[in-house]
């Protein structure tokens, strides 16, 4: 499987934003590369699983803080979007858990719910965080 790539297309042009979903990109790179280990692997993908969603939850607390210092409207709709990915990554972990080969389907999940995350819900709040000099 090809490594994931951040490409220009999904850079919100906020430094801060911009490096932590290059992050997020980076444990979910960890994780497939641990997945074609195998059975070999499966600390990794446990190590890299937990990483990323504490780092999740960093992330998304950025933005929210973010949206509410700048009253940002579209915070709730955003929020409840996050809370939502973080259940849905949760029931993932448990299922790897309990003995599971999730790795392959967490990372098509992910990828696809990063980059149209980036391309949609992210990017209501470009304008504002620009204007009010966001970096």
């Known amino acids: 499987m ?7 297309e999904y850079l919100t042009g906020i430094e801060t934003i911009d490096y932590e979903h290059q992050k997020l990109v980076n444990y ?4 497939m590369k641990a997945n074609e280990m195998g059975d070999h692997g499966r600390l990794l993908i446990e ?9 999740t939850v960093f992330h998304f607390r950025t933005e929210e803080e973010l949206m509410q210092e700048h009253n940002d409207p579209n915070y709730l709709v ?6 939502k990915l973080k259940t849905e990554v949760g029931n993932f972990k448990k299922r790897f858990n309990n003995g599971e080969d999730i790795g ?4 098509d999940f992910l990828k696809e719910w990063l980059f ?4 949609g819900v992210d990017r209501s709040y470009i304008e ?3 204007s009010k000099g966001v970096v």
């Open 78 to 83: 955003h929020k409840d979007v996050h809370d």
């Open 116 to 119: 149209s995350h980036i391309q």
């Open 128 to 130: 504002l965080f620009q």
């Open 47 to 55: 190590i890299n699983i937990d990483e990323l969603i504490s780092y």
């Open 28 to 31: 979910m790179n960890e994780i």
């Open 104 to 107: 392959t389907e967490l990372i």
């Open 2 to 8: 090809e490594l994931i790539k951040l490409t220009q």
